[in-house]
């Protein structure tokens, strides 16, 4: 049996990162679950406290149901070492299409990601290899590679 689940980004700043990344991949930001005017109603409801209220916006979600929700966790420091795991955005359209065709594609979702506030690092590619890339980071530093 498959389970389902939600990936976790620990963030400084919860909701400028949930705006960011739904805008990257075509999300949409999580409502309040059904009954709760806010995510901080809901939050208070299971004892969260007060403290760690009020960071608006947190989790974003695929509006057709088919990636997993992705929760932005307020944690306190900066990050300060590599990330141990990464999104890979698959934006090419896949080994049906010639090198050159996902190269440009790649290199538009790249741009796109950018003018959202993302920064580019480095282009992944190699002679000979049916391969290409952008590593990037989005705007609190944790890296994703476009492919």
Do not use: C
Not at 15 to 23: D, I, S
Not at 72 to 85: D, G, H, M, T
Not at 86 to 100: K, Q
Not at 129 to 140: F, Q, S
């Amino acid at each position: 049996m498959t389970v389902s689940y939600q990936l976790v980004i620990d963030r400084m700043s919860p909701e400028p990162l949930a705006h960011f990344w739904a805008a990257a991949l075509h999300y949409v930001i999580a409502p309040p679950p059904t009954g709760f005017d806010s995510w901080d109603d809901f939050y208070r409801s299971i004892g969260v406290p007060e403290a760690e209220l009020g960071v608006g916006f947190d989790g974003i979600e695929d509006p057709t149901g088919e990636g997993p929700r992705i929760w932005f966790q307020i944690v306190p420091e900066k990050k300060s070492i590599k990330n141990r795991i990464h999104m890979d955005v698959n934006a090419s359209g896949g080994r049906g299409s010639s090198l050159d065709v996902r190269r440009e594609r790649v290199e538009a979702e790249a741009e796109r990601f950018v003018t959202l506030g993302a920064t580019r690092l480095r282009t992944s590619v190699e002679e000979g290899l049916d391969h290409y890339a952008v590593a990037i980071t989005d705007p609190e530093g944790n890296e994703f590679d476009i492919n």
